[in-house]
């Protein structure tokens, strides 16, 4: 069992969890997802590695509330355990082959939107401790919506927030900010964008005028995890990749978003469904 060692409500829908889970804690790398399940009959669950630690051997996830399963997590406390946590799965992020010396000498943006700002934070944490400068553009749909915003301020030389009312931050879209950036003259050696699929397919557009090299990443339409359900399936430079096995980060400019958009919404009704009955169940 996977004991929750501790439990912060980052808001209505979104919380964040640490779990003990030593063997993962000492190998996850920046861009790896683990599977989390909630009894023996659970759903596997997909997520994105927020924070790890090898020396108290735990690992942070960050879950938001979209169907039966995750609401069934959102409900856990501290004490409780995860029947299953499997993991580090998927590849590392691109920069973990570079030579650290290298790094020090290049400038990274991460454009994150959402709970997207949960992968963003241990790449721009191993990138900062290796010297590189970071750029972050945080955005949400409201104030209420921002998650992380202090550890992400602790790993950049610079954030930047954005939301959609303006009520934190300025008022508009994560791409406004990355322009005004990039035409202000700031050079970027790499950007990488992590978010809702709409938001990233606009990022793209929006950064391919300047030539800026981007990553995104495709952790939003797994399901299973290990590339035998087909749900992550994408079409990569005309190639059809599975996001889970081959990413879940890939070249932003060779991804057909409008394919990936569609896939996601497959399972929608299902989650709607399921949800209903859980809250039923739990007399809501």
């Given amino acids: 069992m996977y004991r929750i060692v501790e439990k ?20 996850a790398k920046p861009g790896q997802f683990l599977i989390v399940r909630t009894g023996e009959r659970g759903e596997r669950i997909p997520l994105t590695v ?53 790094l020090k000498n290049m400038r990274f943006l991460f454009i994150a939107g959402g709970v997207g700002a949960a992968p963003v934070y241990p790449q721009a944490r191993y990138l900062h401790a290796a010297g590189a400068k970071v750029d972050i553009i945080l955005g949400a749909k409201s104030g209420e919506m ?20 303006g009520s934190k931050g300025e008022k508009g879209m994560v791409t406004s900010v990355m322009e005004r950036l990039l035409e202000s003259g700031r050079n ?38 290990t590339g035998m359900c087909g749900a992550c399936r994408v079409s990569i430079g005309g190639k059809t990749k599975f996001a ?8 932003a400019y060779l991804v057909d978003f409008d394919e990936a958009m569609l896939r996601q919404t497959m399972y929608k009704s299902m989650e709607a469904e399921a949800d209903h009955k859980c809250r039923i169940g739990l007399g809501e």
């Fill in 188 to 225: 970027y050696d790499c950007a990488v964008s992590i978010g809702p699929m709409i938001m990233m397919k606009f990022v793209t557009l929006a950064a391919k005028k300047y030539n800026l090299p981007l990553i995104v990443s495709l952790n939003t339409l797994m399901v299973d995890g």
């Fill in 8 to 27: 912060k409500i980052l808001n209505s829908s979104i919380v964040l969890m640490k779990v003990e889970a030593p063997r993962i804690a000492k190998s």
């Fill in 244 to 251: 889970c096995v081959d990413g879940p980060e890939f070249d």
């Fill in 146 to 165: 921002l998650i992380l915003e202090e550890n992400l301020k602790s790993v950049s030389d610079n954030l930047y927030i954005c939301t959609d009312d």
């Fill in 50 to 102: 927020c924070n790890y630690d090898a020396e108290s051997g735990t690992v942070t996830i960050v879950v938001q509330v979209v169907g039966a399963s995750s609401r069934k997590i959102y409900h856990l406390n501290e004490g409780d355990s995860f029947t299953d946590v499997a993991g580090p799965l998927g590849r590392p992020s691109e920069f973990m082959n570079m030579e650290r010396e290298r």
